[in-house]
């Protein structure tokens, strides 16, 4: 049971610090830069942050109740250029991501073996789980080089900056031995 109660935490953490990574990152931005695509296969920031905010609000939405691709969700929309702004699009981040965490916060440790559905295939909710959590990082990944590329200068590095490994790691190892999730530390630098 405890096993299961630290799992819960520890995703709760790494979701919570990737959407501000994700956050930090668009924050560099000028509102037009959210729509830029260099060319018809690349999504622009603005069509990452529907697809994200659809995926999570199908997924999360009843996530143990009904299946995580729900009738209501347009997919293909998702990545269609749409008048919006800056603003409408943090609405839809924050909707999104309020519903996962939300549902994550509801969750309790014997619900982690239950079985949810994904387009009619079985997961465990820890599977479940598991596959967003390597899902969102990875466009929020995008997101973070995109944007690096699009500001083009006095970048507020997210993350070890350019030739700062060594002074990072000697700061690391001149401290105790501790357990923690890595996070911890990481989202006290980025707010």
């Not at 347009?74 to 702004?85: A, G, L």
């Not at 929020?140 to 690096?148: E, L, N, P, R």
């Amino acid at each position: 049971m405890e096993i299961n109660s630290n799992y819960l935490e520890s995703v709760k953490k790494q979701f919570l610090y990737y959407k501000t990574i994700g956050e930090k990152a668009m924050e560099q931005l000028e509102p037009e830069q959210f729509f830029v695509s260099l060319n018809d296969d690349t999504n622009s920031i603005a069509m990452i942050v529907k697809h994200l905010s659809g995926n999570m609000l199908s997924r999360w939405t009843d996530f143990l109740t009904t299946d995580g691709e729900k009738a209501w969700r347009n997919r293909d929309e998702e990545f269609e250029e749409s008048v919006m702004t800056k603003e409408e699009l943090q609405a839809a981040w924050d909707k999104g991501w309020n519903c996962l965490l939300d549902t994550l916060n509801s969750l309790q440790p014997e619900q982690l073996s239950e079985i949810i559905y994904i387009r009619n295939e079985g997961h465990t909710v820890t599977e479940a789980i598991n596959r967003q959590l390597a899902h969102y990082p990875y466009h929020v990944g995008q997101i973070v080089f995109y944007a690096k590329m699009l500001k083009k200068g006095n970048w507020d590095s997210l993350s070890i900056p350019k030739n700062k490994s060594n002074a990072y790691n000697a700061e690391k190892f001149s401290k105790e031995k501790t357990i923690r999730n890595f996070t911890d530390e990481e989202l006290k630098k980025l707010q």
